[in-house]
């Protein structure tokens, strides 16, 4: 029946949302994959009873049905083609219960992994698996592939972590399968009534059927996720249907819910770091170890440190790291801090018998969380390699038994030199299992065959090692047609069979395991840029396709739980409004312009669903950093906006919010315009500007910085150029006149450019960037050369550092260079400062400071000055320069302050200071939070000074 009469069927009966526009179906056509599989739409289910019913009206309208969590499945199993996706994460996430003495926990399908270990905290317990994704994959999609992580080593596969799977069959049956079954539970089993009883006879007939086959065709290794476990259903295994279910990628039956295994999470930890001189020799190393039995043995070449300092600034926690070409992670566990480090000085000792090795002992849980980072961050690193080429995943999940390992790699590597092909190897080692992604030419159609052919000898390879293609993310798409190269046919057949007696109309997520789609069809590379573009994208050779195809789906902007990225996600909980969907459907308006017959967006920039999404990014940059692979969101938006906007009428904000420079300078009646925006006026002029009606129009300042510092005598000193930015000028001069006071106070000649200045920030966040590139223009020449340049607000200060050469390339000199934040300027010259002990402190963070300028300046200077200091977790304010004032934009604006912001600045104490840097982060804290004034950081130096008895 048509698409129309299913999405009002869905409709009708759901109390969840029922999504079948454009925007959601180009977003929900990716996973982490190579692939693409626009579904027909998108079901977000309320509840149980939601789940049934749309199983029950997509079976009756011959729909198939994909189950999704966080959408960070690498094989491509959590999409499908004209399927109506099932996304459970969004309401079906709670954890029902935890039961500490018998230690299981309840979880909902779309529980996330890291809410579950939160809750399971304070009994002392946690779930035993934890993949690098842990902050935002769900229960429902870790059982779907059988998950493992860094610590299935000491805590198994999410197989071996199952108590209890409630299930809901393509004919809308229900039933509970558990673990290991006696002989006459089985027997009971077979006895039940209806469907159910039928399919427990005819697993059971199965299996009986195929005794020898099952004990000799399946490959016995910590690490295979390839296939359907079937191995589990024989007799000797308890016909364990929990585990024969887990790591069936969603194609046998739905996940209601289930009760899973808590381990004893060890008080304390320590973590071995065993230096090799390359990936080969740790392998090696690794039997020798495990006697020992390390929590953990993670595997990490230095190929991905290289790759992770070519993305970004060194993390610390690197000088942790011996000397070596490879790194094991031994990490031991104990009741105290002296058992976990006793366990580890025995685990070096043993590392040092390898004459060739060296290692370090690393005690501190900060160094620890940040070294672990670097190996969690790995799948989205090695998207790029450290010389700027794309790696894509195909072959990034092969496993052989540890004792083979170090022979499987050194094949390996002789594979890829003789196809040409580079990649970085790491993973867990201690099971042997190996994460490696390749610059495949999947870009390039005329390669393909190329790729094809690697992945075949690469089949061979792993098989005759006595290995899996997947050690822990499955087969899906990529892999599942290499299948019958791992598996004799009659096991193949077997596969087939198991799936019909669960899913005999092929309802669920057909085409992923079983009769599986090619693995070299349906990719999602595909596109052309949109020329000429107006941005240089200088990191991804001028293509603005290359920029958006950075996204590999990993899925760290839909983590809501911590940093910057991504503020408009976490408000919303909308795929589209998160990094990865915008760069999906950045990607759709791209593959338009190639494909217009297959792409779903074809109107280019003009089209509404990009703009649509595009509008909720508030441009806070925080995925330009926190993004494991740089995705530049607030570029792209850039670019968009001045394209889709180009020769046309632009929205009323555009103009009075870009425009804004301008329109302040021209301000000369201060006082009669405050008076106006205090008056019933103000309402028509918030609706002619495409103002929110809430927002509260800021007041001019009675007099500018500018004309402050000109009307007293310039101090003798050492000269630096201080930037008057507009707001801080025109609206909120108070940090400026500190600043000057200060730095003149610490000897300096404090000096202004020769004429009015703008960094041009309104204009770029507008996309009117040819505006923006004639103000900086005009800028620049009223610059001294050679002086130090200070800027206060941050926002302005990462323009000057980072839109500056990217909008006059060459013209821009040194001035980049010459930029420095009032910290970094005390910390490089180090200054004596006064001292601040016994004040404390909150401090928001801008979010362009931190993705752009860094904060390390700022910490470094609150221990020179003895500052109490909490720095808040709490990303972007919300405001975000003009987003937060422009109509449509306030509940999400709103929404980011109240996640964290706000509630610490009503519940800090009446003395507490408020630190906040960005005019914007102090806006709206004075309209929102309840009275409380932050101040910058220049004025509570400026107030320590003079309240400093010296």
């Avoid at 289910?45 to 198939?64: F, I, K, S, W």
């Avoid at 191995?231 to 929990?242: F, I, M, N, Q, T």
């Avoid at 005329?446 to 690697?454: T, W």
């Avoid at 130090?788 to 006059?808: H, N």
């Amino acid at each position: 029946m048509p698409t129309a009469d299913l999405a009002r069927a869905l409709r009708r009966e759901l109390r969840g949302e029922v999504r079948f526009s454009t925007a959601e179906r180009a977003v929900y056509g990716h996973d982490a994959s190579n692939y693409r599989h626009p579904p027909l739409g998108v079901v977000k289910p309320a509840d149980r009873d939601d789940v049934r019913a749309a199983v029950a009206l997509c079976r009756e309208h011959g729909v198939p049905v994909v189950p999704r969590g966080a959408g960070t499945s690498i094989g491509g199993q959590a999409i499908g083609p004209g399927a109506v996706v099932l996304d459970f994460r969004r309401h079906l996430g709670r954890v029902l219960e935890i039961d500490p003495q018998a230690r299981t926990a309840t979880v909902e399908p779309g529980t996330v992994l890291d809410t579950l270990q939160a809750a399971a905290r304070p009994y002392g317990l946690r779930f035993g698996p934890d993949p690098s994704t842990h902050s935002r994959c769900t229960l429902g999609g870790m059982i779907g592939n059988d998950s493992c992580g860094s610590h299935s080593l000491a805590w198994g596969r999410t197989s071996d972590n199952l108590r209890a799977l409630d299930l809901l069959l393509s004919d809308s049956t229900e039933l509970t399968v558990t673990g290991p079954l006696t002989a006459a539970e089985r027997a009971r089993l077979r006895e039940r009534p209806g469907r159910e009883g039928e399919l427990h006879r005819a697993l059971q007939d199965l299996t009986d059927r195929h005794l020898a086959l099952l004990r000799q065709g399946m490959p016995a290794l910590p690490r295979r996720t390839s296939g359907y476990p079937l191995d589990a259903l024989l007799p000797e295994r308890g016909h364990d249907l929990a585990r024969a279910l887990t790591g069936t990628e969603g194609t046998c039956a739905l996940l209601l819910g289930a009760t899973v295994g808590l381990v004893e999470a060890p008080a304390a930890t320590a973590l071995v770091v065993a230096g090799y001189p390359d990936e080969t020799a740790a392998a090696d190393a690794v039997p020798a170890l495990l006697p020992l039995r390390p929590l953990t043995a993670e595997g990490m070449a230095a190929d991905l440190v290289e790759a992770l300092l070519a993305a970004g600034p060194r993390p610390p926690a690197l000088d942790r790291l011996p000397e070596g070409g490879c790194w094991l992670f031994l990490e031991t566990g104990g009741a105290t801090p002296a058992e976990a480090l006793t366990a580890a000085r025995e685990l070096a000792a043993a590392v040092r018998r390898e004459r060739r090795a060296t290692v370090a002992v690393v005690t501190d849980p900060a160094e620890q969380r940040q070294l672990w980072a670097v190996r969690e961050a790995g799948a989205g690193i090695v998207t790029r390699r450290p010389d700027g080429g794309e790696a894509w995943p195909g072959w990034e999940d092969s496993a052989v038994p540890v004792e083979r390992l170090g022979d499987y790699l050194r094949g390996l590597r002789a594979l890829l030199a003789r196809h040409g092909l580079h990649g970085v190897p790491y993973g867990h080692f201690g099971e042997g299992c190996i994460h490696l992604r390749l610059d495949f030419p999947l870009t390039e159609p005329r390669q393909l065959p190329r790729f094809r052919e690697f992945m075949t000898e690469a089949a061979d390879l792993v098989v005759a090692h006595g290995g899996s293609l997947s050690g822990e993310h499955g087969d899906g798409q990529a892999r599942a047609e290499l299948l019958p190269r791992m598996y004799p046919p009659e096991v193949i057949a077997l596969f087939g069979a198991f799936k019909r007696i669960w899913d005999p109309a092929n309802l669920f997520n057909p085409g992923a395991l079983v009769d599986p789609r090619p693995l070299d069809a349906d990719l999602r590379f595909p596109g052309r840029d949109l020329l000429p573009l107006a941005l240089p994208y200088e990191r991804d050779g001028g293509s603005l396709l290359r920029a958006v195809h950075r996204c590999v789906g990993v899925g760290k902007c839909v983590d809501t739980s911590t940093g910057v990225m991504c503020p408009s996600y976490m408000a919303t909980e909308e795929e589209r409004h998160s990094t990865r969907g915008r760069a999906r459907l950045l990607a759709e308006m791209l593959r338009g312009e190639l494909l217009p017959g297959e792409a779903l967006v074809t109107d280019g920039w003009r089209s509404e669903e990009v703009r649509e999404a595009l509008d909720l990014c508030l441009g806070c940059k925080g995925c330009a950093s926190d993004c494991p692979v740089h995705v530049d969101m607030a570029t792209y938006r850039a670019e968009f906006l001045h394209q889709h906007h180009r020769r046309r009428l632009r929205p009323r904000s555009h103009y009075a919010m870009g425009w804004l420079p301008l329109t302040l300078r021209a301000a000369v009646a201060r006082r009669l315009v405050n008076r106006l925006f205090r008056s019933r006026a103000a309402g028509l002029l918030k609706r002619l500007g495409g103002i929110d009606p809430r927002r509260e129009l800021p007041p001019l300042a009675g007099q500018t910085f500018e004309r402050w510092y000109r009307s007293r005598p310039r101090a003798a000193g050492t000269p630096v150029l201080l930037w008057p930015d507009t707001f801080t000028n025109h609206l909120d001069p108070a940090p400026a006149r500190a600043a000057v006071e200060l730095l003149e106070h610490l000897g300096y000649s404090v000096r202004l450019p020769d004429g009015p200045v703008c960094c041009g920030l309104t204009w770029y966040s507008t996309g009117q960037l040819g505006v923006a590139r004639a103000v900086l223009r005009r800028s620049l020449r009223a610059l001294p050369p050679g002086l130090p340049i200070v800027g206060l607000d941050p926002s302005c200060t990462a323009a000057l550092r980072e839109e500056l050469p990217r909008l006059l390339g060459p013209a821009a000199g040194d001035v980049p260079a010459r930029v420095r934040t009032l910290a970094e300027f005390l910390d490089l010259d180090e200054v004596e400062l006064p001292r601040l002990d016994g004040v404390r402190a909150i401090t928001q963070t801008h979010c362009h400071q931190h993705a752009v300028l860094g904060t390390a300046a700022d910490r470094r200077l609150d221990a020179r000055l003895g500052l109490h200091n909490e720095v808040l977790d709490s990303g972007c304010c919300g405001l975000a320069g003009n987003f937060g004032f422009e109509r449509g934009h306030y509940e999400v604006s709103t929404a980011a302050a109240e996640r964290v912001l706000l509630p610490a600045v009503r519940a800090a104490a009446p003395g507490t200071v408020v630190l906040a840097d960005g005019f914007s982060c102090r806006t709206q804290i004075a309209q929102l939070a309840g009275g409380r004034r932050a101040v910058h950081l220049a004025e509570l130096l400026l107030e320590a000074l003079r309240s400093d008895p010296g």
